[in-house]
């Protein structure tokens, strides 16, 4: 099985920075890209912020230069640096993986059961 755990999650007043962090575990081989989602009430999962294994990154147009998105491909980690929060980054924010098991398997997304991000003054 493969479990990734998010946290880092919480209330923060407008302008304040959080960092997210999620740690993929158990039977895995390779991890190919990794990212952020977050999904607000009412509102359908977006992408935040995907990282590939080789670094390269994109960013939603509503967070560039604010967040920045990281890994480490030894811890099997990948982490979301929010600052200058604003109210509407409101969201259950949700880590996602492209991983493959054993090295004969084919990829699969997997997804972290989310952590709660809350900017409110």
């Known amino acids: 099985q493969v479990q990734l755990v998010e946290s880092g999650g919480g209330l923060v007043q407008p302008g304040g920075s959080l960092r997210l962090s999620c740690a993929a575990s158990g039977s895995i081989f390779r991890i190919n890209a990794m990212g952020w989602y977050r999904q607000a009430p009412g509102k359908q999962r977006e992408l935040v912020a995907p990282?590939?294994?080789?670094?390269?990154?994109n960013y939603a147009d509503s967070v560039k230069g604010r967040f920045t998105i990281s890994r480490d491909n030894a811890k099997n980690t990948v982490s979301l640096q929010m600052n200058s929060l604003r109210p509407e980054d409101t969201a259950v924010y949700y880590c996602n993986a492209n991983i493959r098991r054993v090295a004969w398997s084919s990829t699969r997304d997997y997804w972290g059961k989310g952590t709660q991000v809350t900017v409110s003054s």
């Open positions: 990282i590939t294994n080789g670094d390269g990154t």
